[in-house]
């Protein structure tokens, strides 16, 4: 790895500092996160940290070069590169998970609930649906926003062939199924605080659609990898008799 400038430098030898002043700095610890969920193109990263200015991305993504955690790779288009996680970016793994965990078990989930953003929530999901469990036919679920103004109300997931597309504008397919909520419910569920069923219930989540793709749609969207931490949390409070904390 390449040695790093006074600037911003600890200036102590162990390796936790070291360390640090790899990945600590602003943003990097989430463009890291992206690049391990499988980003490697620039517009893909940016999707992940949609409020990271450009030039604040591109800063980083060369000091996690220099730092030896990514590589950068031409592609066949012209002037379009791809990021590659390096054996050394591969090792954060680990600790960008850990990070996560810890977050999902001691930080409250009415903090996390603060920071909603559809466009995040949308392409958390869209990279993390397993097209698996989904029929063998092309499926497009639309999701509905009734909160939002016109521009972002409405996405749609589209799933054919093991290839999942996330589209802001109407694709023009039949849609198999509708999700109209509210940002805030459907964010619950993705991070485990809420069950689909609970917030069904609650007639916070409507589904429109046939019956049997609507039973099945939670099963497609699946949840966050950090999600059973979160219900690990809320199933040791409501057993010591202690009522989860509710967001505000």
């Given at each position: 790895?390449?040695?790093?400038?006074?600037?911003?430098?600890?200036?102590?030898?162990?390796?936790?500092?070291?360390?640090?002043?790899?990945?600590?700095?602003?943003?990097?610890?989430?463009?890291?996160?992206?690049?391990l969920?499988?980003?490697?193109?620039?517009?893909?990263?940016?999707?992940?940290?949609?409020?990271?200015?450009?030039?604040?991305?591109?800063?980083?993504?060369?000091?996690?070069?220099?730092?030896?955690?990514?590589?950068?790779?031409?592609?066949?288009?012209?002037?379009?590169?791809?990021?590659?996680?390096?054996?050394?970016?591969?090792?954060?793994?680990?600790?960008?998970?850990?990070?996560?965990?810890?977050?999902?078990?001691?930080?409250?989930?009415?903090?996390?609930?603060?920071?909603?953003?559809?466009?995040?929530?949308?392409?958390?999901?869209?990279?993390?649906?397993?097209?698996?469990?989904?029929?063998?036919?092309?499926?497009?679920?639309?999701?509905?926003?009734?909160?939002l103004?016109?521009?972002?109300?409405?996405?749609?997931?589209?799933?054919?062939n093991?290839?999942?597309?996330?589209?802001?504008?109407?694709?023009?397919?039949?849609?198999?199924?509708?999700?109209?909520?509210?940002?805030?419910?459907?964010?619950?569920?993705?991070?485990?605080?809420?069950?689909?069923?609970?917030?069904?219930?609650?007639?916070?989540?409507?589904?429109q659609?046939?019956?049997?793709?609507?039973?099945?749609?939670?099963?497609?969207?699946?949840?966050?990898?950090?999600?059973?931490?979160?219900?690990?949390v809320?199933?040791?409070?409501?057993?010591?008799?202690?009522?989860?904390?509710?967001?505000?």
């Open positions: 790895m390449s040695d790093r400038t006074e600037q911003g430098s600890y200036g102590q030898f162990c390796p936790v500092a070291m360390a640090a002043e790899v990945i600590c700095s602003r943003w990097t610890a989430l463009v890291v996160r992206e690049l969920c499988g980003s490697t193109r620039f517009n893909d990263l940016r999707r992940g940290v949609p409020r990271m200015s450009p030039t604040l991305l591109s800063k980083r993504l060369k000091e996690l070069e220099e730092a030896g955690v990514i590589a950068v790779k031409k592609t066949s288009q012209k002037g379009v590169v791809e990021y590659k996680l390096t054996e050394a970016g591969e090792e954060l793994r680990g600790i960008v998970m850990s990070l996560g965990v810890w977050g999902q078990r001691w930080v409250e989930s009415s903090l996390s609930l603060k920071n909603l953003d559809p466009s995040l929530l949308m392409w958390d999901m869209r990279r993390n649906l397993a097209p698996a469990p989904i029929p063998g036919r092309r499926c497009t679920v639309k999701f509905d926003y009734p909160e103004s016109a521009g972002r109300k409405s996405w749609w997931l589209v799933v054919e093991g290839e999942v597309d996330l589209c802001r504008d109407d694709p023009g397919y039949e849609v198999t199924l509708i999700i109209e909520s509210t940002v805030r419910a459907l964010t619950e569920i993705w991070t485990g605080d809420l069950l689909p069923e609970q917030a069904v219930e609650r007639r916070e989540v409507r589904v659609g046939g019956a049997r793709d609507a039973r099945s749609v939670w099963r497609w969207i699946g949840a966050s990898v950090f999600a059973p931490t979160r219900r690990e809320l199933t040791s409070s409501r057993s010591a008799g202690q009522p989860p904390q509710p967001p505000p």
